[in-house]
């Protein structure tokens, strides 16, 4: 090495001409500088001087920055992580993002492994994981009274337990269970959950006489005692508010914070409609929440007799990536956050069932309607290890019944 040689990036760069005995492909050896200062002309810089977001790529799902970093300051985005030319060298935020290339890549491979696929959904690009932690789930623990709560035991009759239900398939049911929806960018799957329960209870007890699609927004912005908005929320809290409040239709009061992130205040005052396209009588109420047993048996007895439960369970960053399968928590996402590694989630149950995976055994698994939207998972569904409280699905559920005095035909009257 000489006065002209300057180690760099693991070798050597060279300030004279030396580098140019073959530029096509030896121009890397140059120093950074040499073109600009050394010849007075500029280079194609393979980083930008301004931010750029990569897009989500069709064939290649992980970019890699490549090539030299002769700008300092430059960056772009990878996925969800900030590069930035710093010392000549890229270097990169190693966040966990709620889609990873490496994770989908290591369950894809080994799928028996793991029960589940994986995919890289592009409504989560570019995401990070902790904040697809904070904003698509969205659920507090229960309150102590609530967690305290004497769970029902139902005794049921096992024998009448069918190896697999799914109550968008119940005969007398058809047609009347919820789509599954989408709580956005917004930490408010108590308010989905607890209403796709309440919309599926009372479309059953009136057997499809009314259009049942519950107003998420109503919830959000007006039940404020002890929730948080978009910040997440109590279910048992959420029951309360349906008991004592009641809850308008969709149509009247439509759900806006999903885009935005923000919870706009309450419209709803009492008995005072006045600003929504509703009158009094269009609000439902519902009896007290009540707890289940949190045996595979007392749940599905509830199920198949009354309708979908609501559940906790606790997310794990791989779940972002869940593509079909039953799935179970992966491990693979753990050592990759920084802080806390898992949110509070609440779900909606419909149904159950048993799968074979090549290798093994019939695997029982929930049936389980998310808030993600249809695109992701299996049409906005997922299936999840049954018996074993995976992910502490069965912990606790709970549920209500719609009030007998909302549902006469034609709902006439305030109540």
């Given at each position: 090495?000489?006065?002209?040689?300057?180690?760099?990036?693991?070798?050597?760069?060279?300030?004279?001409?030396?580098?140019?005995?073959?530029?096509?492909?030896?121009?890397?050896?140059?120093?950074?500088?040499?073109?600009?200062?050394?010849?007075?002309?500029?280079?194609?810089?393979?980083?930008?001087?301004?931010?750029?977001?990569?897009?989500?790529?069709?064939?290649?799902?992980?970019?890699?920055?490549?090539?030299?970093?002769?700008?300092?300051?430059?960056?772009?985005?990878?996925?969800?992580?900030?590069?930035?030319?710093?010392?000549?060298?890229?270097?990169?935020?190693?966040?966990?993002?709620?889609?990873?290339?490496?994770?989908?890549?290591?369950?894809?491979?080994?799928?028996?492994?793991?029960?589940?696929?994986?995919?890289?959904?592009?409504?989560?690009?570019?995401?990070?994981?902790?904040?697809?932690?904070r904003l698509r789930t969205g659920?507090?623990?229960?309150?102590?009274?609530?967690?305290?709560?004497?769970?029902?035991?139902?005794?049921?009759?096992?024998?009448?337990?069918?190896?697999?239900?799914?109550?968008?398939?119940?005969?007398?049911?058809?047609?009347?269970?919820?789509?599954?929806?989408?709580?956005?960018?917004?930490?408010?799957?108590?308010?989905?959950?607890?209403?796709?329960?309440?919309?599926?209870?009372?479309?059953?007890?009136?057997?499809?006489?009314?259009?049942?699609?519950?107003?998420?927004?109503?919830?959000?912005?007006?039940?404020?005692?002890?929730?948080?908005?978009?910040?997440?929320?109590?279910?048992?809290?959420?029951?309360?508010?349906?008991?004592?409040?009641?809850?308008?239709?969709?149509?009247?009061?439509?759900?806006?914070?999903?885009?935005?992130?923000?919870v706009p205040k309450c419209l709803?005052?009492?008995?005072?409609?006045?600003?929504?396209?509703?009158?009094?009588?269009?609000?439902?109420?519902?009896?007290?929440?009540?707890?289940?047993?949190?045996?595979?048996?007392?749940?599905?007895?509830?199920?198949?007799?009354?309708?979908?439960?609501?559940?906790?369970?606790?997310?794990?960053?791989?779940?972002?990536?869940?593509?079909?399968?039953?799935?179970?928590?992966?491990?693979?996402?753990?050592?990759?956050?920084?802080?806390?590694?898992?949110?509070?989630?609440?779900?909606?149950?419909?149904g159950w069932g048993s799968s074979?995976?090549?290798?093994?055994?019939?695997?029982?698994?929930?049936?389980?309607?998310?808030?993600?939207?249809?695109?992701?998972?299996?049409?906005?569904?997922?299936?999840?290890?049954?018996?074993?409280?995976?992910?502490?699905?069965?912990?606790?559920?709970?549920?209500?019944?719609?009030?007998?005095?909302?549902?006469?035909?034609?709902?006439?009257?305030?109540?």
């Open positions: 090495m000489d006065s002209c040689e300057v180690p760099i990036r693991g070798g050597y760069c060279y300030c004279d001409e030396f580098c140019l005995n073959d530029e096509e492909h030896s121009e890397d050896d140059c120093c950074p500088d040499f073109f600009e200062v050394c010849l007075g002309r500029k280079r194609n810089h393979s980083l930008p001087a301004e931010v750029t977001t990569v897009p989500y790529p069709n064939d290649a799902p992980e970019v890699k920055p490549q090539g030299d970093c002769n700008i300092a300051g430059a960056s772009l985005m990878v996925n969800c992580n900030e590069c930035h030319c710093d010392d000549w060298e890229i270097k990169c935020q190693e966040d966990l993002c709620m889609t990873d290339e490496l994770i989908v890549s290591t369950i894809n491979k080994t799928p028996r492994k793991y029960g589940w696929t994986a995919a890289m959904h592009p409504g989560f690009w570019g995401r990070k994981a902790k904040d697809g932690l659920t507090f623990s229960p309150q102590d009274k609530s967690h305290e709560m004497h769970p029902i035991r139902l005794d049921p009759d096992v024998s009448q337990i069918p190896e697999s239900f799914d109550a968008r398939e119940k005969v007398e049911w058809a047609g009347l269970i919820a789509d599954v929806c989408n709580q956005g960018w917004c930490g408010s799957s108590w308010v989905f959950s607890t209403l796709g329960v309440a919309q599926d209870r009372l479309s059953i007890l009136v057997k499809g006489l009314e259009g049942m699609e519950l107003s998420a927004q109503n919830l959000l912005s007006c039940a404020e005692l002890g929730q948080k908005g978009c910040e997440g929320g109590h279910i048992d809290r959420a029951w309360n508010y349906l008991r004592a409040d009641g809850i308008v239709r969709e149509e009247c009061y439509k759900y806006e914070s999903g885009n935005s992130g923000k709803i005052r009492r008995n005072d409609l006045s600003q929504l396209t509703c009158q009094a009588k269009d609000r439902y109420r519902f009896e007290p929440a009540y707890r289940i047993a949190s045996t595979e048996e007392d749940i599905q007895w509830e199920i198949m007799h009354n309708g979908p439960v609501q559940a906790l369970m606790t997310v794990h960053s791989d779940l972002f990536m869940y593509n079909s399968g039953i799935y179970s928590y992966s491990g693979l996402t753990g050592d990759r956050m920084k802080g806390g590694d898992t949110a509070t989630h609440s779900v909606r149950i419909i074979r995976v090549r290798g093994s055994n019939h695997i029982k698994y929930w049936l389980v309607a998310n808030s993600w939207g249809s695109q992701w998972g299996e049409g906005g569904y997922f299936r999840i290890k049954r018996g074993t409280n995976e992910c502490g699905i069965e912990s606790f559920i709970i549920t209500s019944r719609a009030k007998l005095a909302n549902l006469m035909y034609g709902l006439q009257g305030d109540y």
